[in-house]
């Protein structure tokens, strides 16, 4: 039987990972990143779903500085103590969240809190093809002193090494004590990279999971489909990308530059064919909420949308246009890979059948 717990990479290549537990719930997370960015090294951040939920602009700020994310259970539960069907919630939740705040597939690779589990949980992730990254337990966790945390990782600091921190409360000394080992290892000829890489480096590539809620377009009622006009010109296109790069979509970029690259990315929705149609909501002289939709089969897909207002409302709007031009399509479910749990239980609300399901392929 193939054994999914890693705990270490290629002892041939010079390069080592520093990886971290759970996410600060009360403290940024910054000093951590900037620990591991001041010495030009790249982390691994096994967080909780709830940290995701918490903080989904944070998440995708760590990504576009390099640094690696993935999920280490959604409540943080010991999970050797839960039932089957605790443990697979835990880890969907999880990685809804994850999906949900970065816009990402969720990489298939996780870590256990307390690195506590049973033989039965490997089976169980075997199920769902996901690897567990274990590794040298730095005992962070206890909140030791950054200078005895040096002292202890040093001698440990050789190929193919990986290291469990925390980026939480207690681990409060770990960012200083980061700073220091990412000099030694980088005068010990090793860079510090994400773990996928020093997968990669071994020839074991994680796989990636992605989920979609889908629901049925039976929608009666109400519609102002007066508001609701495809985007026409390129002068409306740059109206629309200004008006909604503030507006939270996980897919949108931070940072210099966003604006063009948002531009960017929206005119390549713009320049669709038939089978796509991109609208935006607009009233008292103001975009509202945009869709990017396309046609697939018997499927309207909801690839890409946003609204001005984070209240469920504005939703409701997007998923009444969406009910109303499947119908018209003649198209079976209406899906998205986005705000997946809300856009259930608006469905639910709304009375449309409506389901979260991975999604195929």
Known sequence: MTNIVITRGNPAVSHCAFTFDDGPMRIPIDAWLDALEQGDARGTFF????????????????????????THTYHHRRMADVTKSVFFEELKLAELAYQEATGRPVPAFMRFPYASYREENLEWLRE????????????????????????RVIPKLVNGSIFMFHANEIAKETPQAVKSLV???????LAVVPVSELLHADGIRAGERIWQVRFKPTFQGSFHSEQWKRVAGEDELRNLAADSLEWGNPK???????????????????????????????????????????????????????????????LVSILQWAAHEASALGCEWITSTQDMRRIHKMCEQLGFEAEIVLQEG
Do not use: I
Request: net charge negative; aromatic share 12%.
């Open 183 to 189: 000099y030694h290892a980088h005068a010990k000829g």
């Open 128 to 151: 769902w093809n996901y690897l567990v990254v274990e590794g040298e337990d730095t005992v962070d966790w206890s909140g030791p002193p950054s200078a005895e945390l040096v002292e």
């Open 47 to 70: 967080l909780t779903g709830e940290w995701f939920d918490r903080y989904p602009a944070k998440a995708r700020e760590m990504l576009a500085r390099g640094h690696e994310l993935t």
């Open 252 to 314: 949108a970029p931070t940072g210099s530059g966003a604006y063009s690259k948002w531009l960017q990315m929206l005119s390549k929705a713009f320049q669709s064919d038939g089978q796509t149609r991109f609208v935006a909501r607009s009233f008292a002289g103001q975009h509202w909420a945009y869709v990017h939709a396309s046609v697939r089969g018997g499927t309207l897909a909801l690839e890409d949308f946003a609204t001005k207002e984070a209240h469920a409302d504005a």
